[in-house]
């Protein structure tokens, strides 16, 4: 079975500019989380969905948004980036949510750069 | 507060010695999970183990063993025989399933097995 898409891997903005990035979680998988990572602060959840809506969300600013559509998968926006919004972002998909009674899987993340 | 602390930032061995990662959780709660995550080079989380907190009986899985006291907090992760594939970022992380189910990751340990 094909695991965690995202899309695309790397990507190059500048600063004010707003950023679209896609998640395709596993076949069947109804959830779908977001992680950013950054040697920083480490991996910080973003937010879950769950069968269309949000379920969780993480201390991030409202740039950062997200939605997922029918077919479970997801994507995330930022707007109006800064250089600190940098990082490897990870998608995570799971069967039905909730991050401890569920295994996540996550996908190979996408590397933005805010220059 | 919830918390995962791993205090060893960077190891290194040499191969074919065993190495423990160690990882200490706070939490106010007594329902809670643990978990353990490779991050290898190429981005992608790979879970390794949950353990809910109910459960205190170590695993074994191959060459990997986990230790996990609820007396100490800690979660500690055993790699036994080390492999240079074995070289990665593990991160340890927490739910608690009574709160908001969110998880929570430690800062991560780089590990090196030198050939």
């Known amino acids: 079975k094909a695991g965690v898409t995202q899309t695309p891997r790397y990507l190059i903005k500048t600063r004010g500019q707003q950023v679209t990035l896609s998640c395709s979680p596993i076949s069947g998988h109804r959830s779908v989380s977001w992680y950013q990572q950054t040697p920083g602060q480490g991996l910080q959840f973003l937010f879950e969905y769950f069968s269309e809506t949000q379920r969780n969300k993480g201390n991030f600013p409202g740039r950062f948004s997200g939605r997922q559509f029918s077919n479970s998968r997801s994507e995330m926006n930022v707007s109006t980036l800064e250089l600190g919004d940098s990082a490897l972002y990870l998608c995570?998909?799971?069967?039905?949510?909730?991050?401890?009674?569920?295994?996540?899987?996550f996908g190979p993340g996408t590397r933005l750069t805010v220059l | 507060a919830q918390k995962v602390t791993q205090a060893q930032t960077e190891i290194s061995v040499v191969e074919k010695e065993d190495v423990t990662l160690d990882c200490v959780y706070e939490?106010?709660?007594?329902?809670?999970?643990l978990f353990w995550y490779k991050q290898p080079p190429s981005g992608e989380l790979v879970f390794l183990i949950r353990?809910?907190?109910?459960?205190?009986q170590n695993e074994i899985s191959g060459r990997y063993s986990w230790n996990f006291q609820k007396s100490t907090s800690s979660f500690n992760f055993t790699i036994t025989a080390s492999q240079v594939v074995d070289s990665a970022v593990y991160f340890c992380?927490?739910?608690?399933?009574?709160?908001?189910?969110?998880?929570?990751f430690g800062k991560g340990t780089r590990l090196h097995i030198l050939p």
């Open positions: 995570a998909s799971s069967f039905q949510g909730g991050g401890s009674t569920d295994t996540q899987y």
């Open positions: 992380a927490l739910s608690e399933m009574n709160r908001d189910d969110k998880i929570i």
């Open positions: 353990r809910n907190s109910f459960d205190e």
């Open positions: 939490t106010r709660d007594t329902t809670y999970y």
